[in-house]
T-cell receptor, first 111, second 114 residues
Framework: RKEVEQDPGPFNVPEGATVAFNCTYS??????FFWYRQDCRKEPKLLMS???SGNEDGRFTAQLNRASQYISLLIRDSKLSDSATYLC????????????FGRGTQLTVWP | GAGVSQTPSNKVTEKGKYVELRCDPI?????LYWYRQSLGQGPEFLIY????????DSGLPNDRFFAVRPEGSVSTLKIQRTERGDSAVYLC????????????FGQGTRLTVV
């Protein structure tokens, strides 16, 4: 079983829509969680960290449910520029070292 | 430079050949990571350096893969006797002290083994 599992999609939504992505992680010792964004043929870039209390950054809201080992990302008022692959990421349970990436969820926002 | 630099950006090699991929991390970043990303998958961990030493090499798939960071800055990933299954994008990342908040990827080297 992979450390981080997420639905690969694709998700195709119109501009202005709200879309939610989910992922699960298998290592209960994981401490840090992130969402990364990856554009086609580009490197992954940090979108936001995910905290237990939930956190929001503009149109983006991330939630963590430790009991269910579940992470979510909500995008409100989708823009064309949100089209990308969104990678769910967990650490190995220490503050240093490797990160575990999901396979990514592909989002296309159409006009 | 301002970011993580990887060279070459693209590499095509014949099956059985040896290749070297270079990573130049952000200045001052002590932690350096190599990941491999196959088509349709997320990045998979290969090796992590803290300074000059490999702190975790458990992700290297077999003994054909080796990486060095002799002076604690530039790193080279070396692949011997390349196989078609080694074709992927090899991503390097660096961070300040190993923390995740300052973790940045380079643009990657796209390796194609024919």
């Amino acid at each position: 079983r992979k450390e981080v599992e997420q639905d690969p999609g694709p998700f195709n939504v119109p501009e202005g829509a709200t879309v939610a992505f989910n992922c699960t992680y298998s290592n209960s010792a994981s401490q840090s969680f992130f969402w990364y964004r990856q554009d086609c043929r580009k490197e992954p870039k940090l979108l936001m960290s995910v905290y237990s209390s939930g956190n929001e950054d503009g149109r983006f809201t991330a939630q963590l449910n430790r009991a269910s080992q579940y992470i979510s990302l909500l995008i409100r008022d989708s823009k064309l520029s949100d089209s990308a692959t969104y990678l769910c990421v967990a650490d190995r349970g220490s503050t240093l070292g490797r990160l575990y990436f999901g396979r990514g969820t592909q989002l296309t926002v159409w006009p | 430079g301002a970011g993580v630099s990887q060279t070459p950006s693209n590499k095509v090699t014949e099956k059985g050949k040896y290749v070297e991929l270079r990573c130049d991390p952000i200045s001052g970043h002590t932690a350096l990571y190599w990941y491999r990303q196959s088509l349709g998958q997320g990045p998979e961990f290969l090796i992590y350096f803290q300074g000059t030493g490999a702190a975790d090499d458990s992700g290297l798939p077999n003994d054909r893969f080796f990486a060095v960071r002799p002076e604690g800055s530039v790193s080279t990933l070396k692949i011997q006797r390349t196989e078609r299954g080694d074709s992927a994008v090899y991503l390097c990342a660096s961070s300040l002290g190993g923390g995740h908040s300052s973790f940045f990827f380079g643009q990657g080297t796209r390796l194609t083994v024919v």
